[in-house]
């Protein structure tokens, strides 16, 4: 079974805890659980991986070679600054789908420019929580195709 590796960068930690009128009031733990549900409906083994340190997300994206399939990926604040990020991924020559819980697009714009973008199959920015099920179920059609 095809194996998505979901990696949650700094501050997302706190979701469902802090500024809900941003992002929203489900907690990280249950966006766990929405993804445990639909991968296991879509045919997908999910594993996580949150961390508020540059240097560990890079760690995980490096570590998903050989171990994961597919990468969905929320780098927070990392996603507008981080070279290293892009570089990481581009290295592993895995499918990445970037997302965001908000509309990054819509918000300051520094937050409009994002180093994953160029490195990513595609961005999902402005769903909520839902955005990692369609991340899950693009990367679903896309690994399981015959
Ligand atoms: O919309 C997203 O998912 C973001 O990646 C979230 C990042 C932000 O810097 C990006 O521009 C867009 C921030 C994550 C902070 O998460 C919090 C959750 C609850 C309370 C405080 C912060």
Redesign the pocket.
Known sequence: MPSVLIIN????????????E??GSTTLADVESMCREAAERLGLDVAFVQSNHEGALIDAIHAAKGSHDAIVL????Y??TSVALMDAIASVELPVVE??????HA?ESF?HQSYIAPVAIGQI??FGPK?YLMALDALAERLLKT
């Not at 929320?74 to 604040?77: E, L, T």
């Not at 997302?99 to 990054?104: G, K, T």
């Open positions: 960068g700094p501050n997302l930690n706190l979701l469902g805890t802090r500024q809900p941003v992002y929320n780098a927070g604040a996603t507008h997302v965001h819980l908000s509309n990054i918000r937050r920015s402005g955005g």
